[in-house]
């Protein structure tokens, strides 16, 4: 309410000043002059108002505090009001972050297969239903193929309906005859492609490069003693409780806990670090080396094309224009995909380009690639040169010999701690 006049109770509003020395001027002096007699004067202390009796005065002062202490209690209670919704604000926001979070958690789970929606067998059953379902596939091989890929679960044994074999060699013939661009080229030594089946499909390229990995190493004489209970590929469930073995073993108990040590019967996602511990479980001498940051311009790893040229071309600084060598292929990780170096090819304007089996590719593509008077076209499929490697970071794992089992014991303990190599 606009304040009262102290003489006459009237609202004033704030020209209480005025009203009061238009209305009852004969009760006031003005400041600083004389009234003309002995009264006495007395002054507002808020104000500067003059008045001439102290009543007055009192009253008039009163009007001051309680128009004061309206408008302070106003303020605290605006300050309490802006108090409550910043806090109901705040605990929204909060609601709705932890909200995001759980969904992000639970997203992440679903993509790298840690949500206990079942793994290799249950996809697998899924999609030939939905095969079967859409009229794509007839249900007497809907139950054959589940009688061969149960068969392949009890023996721990990959069927091979995924494999490519003989791209290497037809590589070699290839590159004997090309004149075009290529002024050399190193290749791994034997290697078969597998490629994603209905069961793996969008989870299961770290294991598929083990198996082309592993292939290699069967081949290789020097590997049989480490590998002589490890004869045949292994199917996607059986490398899973091989990475357990291994785990087991005390191999990397921090990536251990990060799949609650549990693999077999789930989509979970495999890295370096897994297929280093695995290798060295089986006594396989490797490195894990970290690009952890591009080299060159546009974010690029000419560093990394760099390293691959140095594996492959040591002990191979022969003449020839195509070195069949004897070296192993290389795990090459990246997030969220995985692929195998089998080659490298040097340009006539020395610039370098990777080959890769990529375990996306189907066997059907890769088949292309064994027809002798093959154009080159088809090598579209394995090339990536410098510009097409830009994600922010790469790890390799690379074989480079067999282990004892004092070494094998020092790398289990080493990996305790460290399993990585960076490059700067």
């Known amino acids: 309410a606009p304040p009262e006049c102290p003489f006459c109770g009237e609202a004033a509003g ?17 400041p600083g002059t004389d009234t003309g007699d002995d009264e006495e004067l007395y002054e507002c202390p ?3 108002l003059t008045c001439t009796n102290i009543q007055i ?4 002062v009163d009007l001051h505090l309680e128009e004061h202490s309206f408008s302070e209690g106003g303020n605290i209670r ?18 709705e972050e932890e909200k995001r979070e759980r969904e992000e958690f639970k997203k992440l789970q679903r993509q790298y297969g840690l949500d206990n929606s079942g793994g290799f067998k249950q996809q697998f059953l899924r999609n030939m239903e939905r095969e079967v379902d859409r009229g794509r596939m007839q249900p007497f091989e809907y139950h054959k193929r589940k009688a061969d890929m149960m068969e392949s679960l009890a023996s721990g044994i990959d069927d091979g309906k995924t494999k490519t074999s003989g791209v290497i060699e037809a590589l070699c013939k290839y ?15 034997g290697v078969d492609h597998f490629h994603s089946s209905l069961g793996d499909r969008g989870w299961g390229c ?9 292939s290699s190493l069967l081949q290789n004489s020097f590997y049989n003693e480490c590998l002589r209970d490890t004869t045949l590929i292994p199917s996607i469930p059986k490398i899973q409780s091989m990475i357990e073995d291994a785990w087991r073993e005390g191999f990397d108990p921090h990536g251990a806990s990060h799949f609650n040590k ?12 897994e297929i280093y511990s695995l290798l060295t479980s089986l006594r396989i001498k490797c490195q894990i080396i970290d690009f952890h940051k591009p080299t060159g311009p546009m974010g690029t790893h000419p560093r990394l094309f760099e390293w691959i040229l140095h594996y492959y071309s040591t002990d191979n600084e022969g003449g020839a224009k195509v070195v069949c ?13 995985s692929r195998t170096v089998v080659g490298i090819e040097e340009k006539k304007n020395k610039s370098l380009c990777l080959l890769l089996f990529d375990p996306g590719c189907s066997s059907q593509e890769m088949q292309k690639l064994l027809k002798q008077n093959s154009d080159g076209t088809g090598l579209k499929l394995l090339r990536k040169f410098v510009g097409s490697l830009k994600e922010k970071q790469y790890q390799i794992v690379a074989v480079d010999g067999v282990l004892s089992l004092e070494e094998k014991a020092a790398r289990c303990r080493a990996s305790q701690v460290l399993t990585s190599e960076k490059i700067p």
Not at 78 to 95: G, H, P, V
Not at 206 to 214: E, I, P, S, T, W
Request: net charge negative; with cysteine.
């Open 325 to 337: 060598t004897s070296k192993p292929p290389i795990y090459l990780q990246h997030q969220g995909h």
């Open 14 to 30: 704030p020209e209480l000043e005025e009203h009061v020395r238009a209305r009852h001027g004969h009760l006031l002096g003005a």
């Open 57 to 60: 005065l009192e009253e008039h």
């Open 46 to 48: 808020m104000c500067s």
């Open 78 to 95: 605006d300050l309490e009001l802006a108090q409550q919704l910043q806090t109901e604000e705040d605990e929204r926001q909060r609601s």
């Open 206 to 214: 770290g294991y598929r490069n083990f198996q082309m990995l592993l």
């Open 175 to 189: 590159y004997q005859n090309e004149n075009k661009d290529v002024r050399r080229v190193w290749l791994s030594a």
């Open 262 to 273: 549990r693999l077999h019967g789930s989509k979970a996602w495999i890295g370096a670090c």
